[in-house]
Nanobody
Framework: QVQLVESGGGLVQAGDSLRLSCAAS????????MGWFRQAPGKEREFVAT???????YYADSAKGRFTISRDNAKKTVYLQMNSLKPEDTAVYYC????????????????WGQGTQVTVSS
């Protein structure tokens, strides 16, 4: 069982940066692939970035060059550094844990956090 708690969201202006954190419980954190997803009002949840247990990474096109996913297994935490934020990045951001191979498919993830709101004003 893995419990996930996101933090770090907030209201920022376009061009600003934010770093989201996702703290995990459970002794097997280091073996999980971790992902970040987001959901804007009226839209489906969409993939943002994922990191394998060996720290290989994969990004959505919308995140490439602006966002960086990383993990600290000792702290059982995964991060999403978001730079050059745009109004279209406004959404609730969720982290998720996948007991298998890292994936952009939310259906592959076993555990989800409650989400943290990111609002980017123009």
């Amino acid at each position: 069982q893995v419990q996930l708690v996101e933090s770090g969201g907030g209201l920022v202006q376009a061009g600003d940066s934010l770093r989201l954190s996702c703290a995990a419980s459970g002794r097997t954190f280091r073996t999980y692939a971790m992902g970040w997803f987001r959901q804007a009002p009226g839209k489906e949840r969409e993939f943002v970035a994922t990191i394998s247990w060996t720290s290989s990474t994969y990004y959505a096109d919308s995140a490439k060059g602006r966002f960086t996913i990383s993990r600290d297994n000792a702290k059982k935490t995964v991060y999403l550094q978001m730079n050059s934020l745009k109004p279209e990045d406004t959404a609730v951001y969720y982290c998720a844990a996948d007991g298998g191979k890292y994936s952009s498919d939310p259906g592959e993830y076993d555990y989800w956090g409650q989400g943290t709101q990111v609002t980017v004003s123009s």
